[in-house]
Nanobody
């Protein structure tokens, strides 16, 4: 079992930055691929970024590549999403997810077993 709690969301102007954190419970954090997803009102949940178990490899959606950076600290059981150059279209509830068997390039939310409750990110124009 892995329990995930996101934090760091908020309201920011376009062009600004936010850093999301996701704290995980349990001793199996380092055995999980970690991902960030987001869901805007009226839209399906979509993949944002993922990071390998060791943190050595990352994978991004084209829409955030070059602006967002995913990282993890296995000693702190935490995964981060640094978001720069934010745009209004980045507005969504952001969720972190974990799965022991997901591949790094797995973008389907249904393939991730554990989810946090989400944190709201709002980017004003």
């Amino acid at each position: 079992q892995v329990q995930l709690v996101e934090s760091g969301g908020g309201l920011v102007q376009a062009g600004g930055s936010l850093r999301l954190s996701c704290a995980a419970s349990g001793r199996t954090f380092s055995t999980n691929v970690m991902g960030w997803f987001r869901q805007a009102p009226g839209k399906e949940r979509e993949f944002v970024a993922a990071i390998s178990r060791s943190g050595g490899r990352t994978y991004y959606a084209d829409s955030v590549k070059g602006r967002f950076t995913i990282s993890r600290d296995n000693a702190k059981n935490t995964v981060y999403l640094q978001m720069n150059s934010l745009k209004p279209e980045d507005t969504a509830v952001y969720y972190c997810a974990a799965d022991q068997r997901a591949g790094l390039t797995q973008i389907l939310p249904t393939r991730y077993e554990y989810w946090g409750q989400g944190t709201q990110v709002t980017v004003s124009s």
